[in-house]
């Protein structure tokens, strides 16, 4: 059994901040921002529930999450996820990496349909 770096406890904490999504299914051009909550110090959550009308992209924005996951675990893609009458789909992350040395780190995916 491989290693799952995924799933491994290491003690940092990940924040998310934000999520673009182009093309990505039924979402042309979306972006998610995570505020930070009111009073940081105390522990818990920021985000509790997505909300929003039939077709705005709540799947979507699991599906992508679900990606990254799934590339950083590398494993296989099996369903369309680039909206159709397009090439390419783009996911852009921000999230906050806490750590000895805290980062700020964008990750950018690029699935783009082969010929």
Request: proline share 3%; glycine share 6%; aromatic share 10%.
């Amino acid at each position: 059994m491989k290693d799952d770096i995924w799933m491994r406890d290491t003690g940092r904490k990940v924040r998310f901040l934000s999520i673009d999504l182009n093309n990505f299914k039924n979402v042309r051009n979306g972006k998610v921002s995570f505020p930070k909550a009111i009073d940081d110090k105390k522990p818990g959550y920021n985000i509790i529930g997505v909300y929003g009308q039939n077709g705005s992209g709540k799947t979507a924005l699991v599906q992508a999450f679900e990606t990254i996951q799934r590339l950083l675990k590398d494993e296989k893609i099996e369903e369309r996820l680039v909206s159709y009458g397009e090439n390419s789909a783009q996911i852009l992350l921000e999230f906050e990496l806490e750590d000895e040395i805290p980062y700020h780190v964008t990750y950018e995916i690029v699935l783009s349909l082969s010929n």
